[in-house]
């Protein structure tokens, strides 16, 4: 796992005289921002489905400093089919049907809470796609989403720290600079996890001290 503390030395001559401290909690809000926009950090988790049992809370395993933020699909294995059945994704508890004997459709009553239905008359494992978000007080994210996006998550934390006023880094011009670099980033990682390459590494490099 990368650490954000790792990218404090890339942040700090864009604001100078800024603490560590404080540029740390930047990439972190910088980071949380850049996934719950895009999508990128995501988990394919089993979990063991039993008879008359329709809820299940769900926590990542091995994921660091995350929370779930959404389940956008889950697939039933186990059918003797090389290809998993995707259950289908409801927005209502009461849309998911209670008749049949196998789960056909989901919905999340809370993020990390997962509601199936029809009950299963046995006992079946779902494979889960997880979004994760950092928390707030994170302190490291997997090794090959640094690789690919730290350089975006640099300039979110330097726009967020120049937008700050009553600071000596406070610089209005070059916010809106590293700002736009992030929102530029992040839309163009959505594009690309919309059309499945979500592990295409992140090249562009961060330019002159603005």
Not at 58 to 74: F, K, L, R, S, T
Not at 86 to 100: A, F, I, M
Request: glycine share 6%.
């Amino acid at each position: 796992m990368a650490k954000y503390s790792d990218l404090n030395k890339l942040v700090y001559p864009y604001v100078t005289a800024c603490p560590d401290m404080l540029i740390e909690q930047a990439l972190v809000y910088s980071a949380r921002e850049f996934f719950k926009q895009t999508r990128l950090w995501r988990k394919r988790q089993m979990l063991d489905v039993i008879p008359n049992c329709n809820i299940y809370p769900i926590q990542a395993i091995n994921c660091g400093d995350a929370y779930i933020e959404e389940i956008p699909h889950v697939f039933r294995t186990g059918e003797g089919s090389a290809t998993p059945s995707e259950l289908c994704k409801v927005s209502y508890r009461e849309d998911v049907p209670q008749t049949g004997n196998q789960p056909s459709h989901y919905t999340a009553i809370y993020p990390d809470h997962l509601f199936i239905g029809p009950d299963p008359d046995e006992k079946t494992v779902f494979e889960l796609d997880l979004v994760l978000v950092p928390t707030v007080n994170a302190c490291s994210f997997p090794d090959e989403l640094y690789e690919s996006y730290a350089n975006a998550i640099q300039h979110g934390a330097i726009a967020y720290l120049k937008e700050q006023t009553g600071h000596p880094w406070h610089d209005p011009s070059g916010a809106a600079h590293h700002r736009q670099t992030f929102v530029r980033l992040m839309s163009e990682a959505r594009i690309r996890e919309r059309r499945g390459q979500v592990n295409v590494t992140e090249r562009v490099e961060l330019g002159g001290w603005i």
